[in-house]
């Protein structure tokens, strides 16, 4: 077992041609699954979506480059005209409305939820916890931070305030995500040890 890797990382090819499928294969998959995540998606005009969860599971699970290009290419796939965005939106024109400063937070949290992971925060589940809540923390500075410009540019047409549309609505959900988040990695990395150590004795 690796002992800084991430879960992709064990299953990587050695081969560097390989490899470099392997790694690409997985930053199209990924974003995939977020763009799947986002049809999942209630409310206006900041819908609650899978898309967090998603976005820091796939962080953990393939490290901070490969997690933050699997955001970056959803959000280039969405702004090409594909309708990957929350409730089926398509267009760059989403990046300049309400949900695009979280757009734009995925990236970071994305790739610090990564690097925590590739220094074994997903191995236990106190650390697990921090890293999905610094991921979290992440989403909502950018995306916060956003509708706040547009509403002081009169372009928020919302009449609740900015934390009643885009933070207390995903308050519960995203406790439920990380203790979610805590439960699945930490026992997902005993099985790979167990897994592992159970070949070593085979072999």
Known sequence: ????????????????????????????????????????AVGWPVPITGQTFAVLMIAVLFGSKRGSLAVLTYILEGSAGLAFFAQGKAGITVLAGPTGGYLAGFIFAAYTAGL???RGFDRKIVTTILTMAAGNLIIYAFGLSWLFVLASL???????????????????????????????????????????????KVN
């Open 154 to 200: 009169g372009k928020l047409t919302d009449t609740k305030g900015v934390l009643a549309v885009g933070l207390y609505p995903f308050i519960i959900g995203d406790i439920i995500k990380i203790a979610l988040a805590a439960a699945l990695l930490p026992t997902g990395w005993k099985l790979l040890n167990k897994f592992s150590s159970v070949n070593r």
């Open 116 to 118: 925590l992971a590739e």
């Open 1 to 40: 077992m690796l002992t800084n890797a991430v879960c992709a990382d064990i299953f990587r090819p050695s081969e560097k041609i390989r490899a470099l499928i392997y790694d690409v294969a997985l930053i199209i998959i990924g974003s995939l699954v977020i763009a799947a995540s986002a049809q999942i």
